[in-house]
C-alpha cells in the first residue's frame, strides 16, 4: 500500500520561506515521478511542481517558477518542495502526489498525500 506523508507547511508572512517535506512508502520511490499540487478555496487542484525518477527533470507551473524548487532523495524516499518570496496567493492546501510511471505526464497521479495547509499572509 503506498503512502504519501506531508509535512512543513504552516503560517508565514509574505515574502517568507517554507519547506515541504512528503515521505513515501509501499513501493520504489526511485522509480516512479513525483508532484506538488495544491487547492486553493473554491479553486480546483491546481499543478504546482513535478519531478522525474532520476530528479534530473523538473517541472513547474508558471505562477511559481523561479521562486519554488522541487528536489527528491531517493535514499530517504522523500520529495521536497522548497518555496521562497512566497505570496498571500499561494495560500492553499499542498498534496503531494506520486505517478505510475518515471516521468511526469498530464496524466494525474495515482497516489496522493493527505495535505499539509500553506498560509501567507500579507
Known amino acids: 500500500q503506498v503512502q504519501l506523508v506531508e509535512s512543513g507547511g504552516g503560517l508565514v508572512q509574505s515574502g517568507g520561506s517554507l519547506r515541504l517535506s512528503c515521505a513515501a512508502s509501499g513501493r520504489t520511490f526511485s522509480n516512479y515521478a513525483m508532484g506538488w499540487f495544491r487547492q486553493a478555496p473554491g479553486k480546483e487542484r491546481e499543478f504546482v511542481a513535478g519531478i522525474n525518477w532520476s530528479g534530473r527533470s523538473t517541472y513547474y507551473a508558471d505562477s511559481v517558477k523561479g521562486r519554488f524548487t522541487i528536489s527528491r532523495d531517493n535514499a530517504k524516499n522523500t520529495v521536497y518542495l522548497q518555496m521562497n518570496s512566497l505570496k498571500p496567493e499561494d495560500t492553499a492546501v499542498y498534496f503531494c502526489?506520486?505517478?505510475?510511471?518515471?516521468?511526469?505526464?498530464?496524466?494525474?497521479?495515482?497516489?496522493w498525500g493527505q495535505g499539509t495547509q500553506v498560509t501567507v499572509s500579507s
Open positions: 502526489a506520486g505517478y505510475t510511471v518515471e516521468r511526469v505526464t498530464t496524466t494525474p497521479p495515482r497516489y
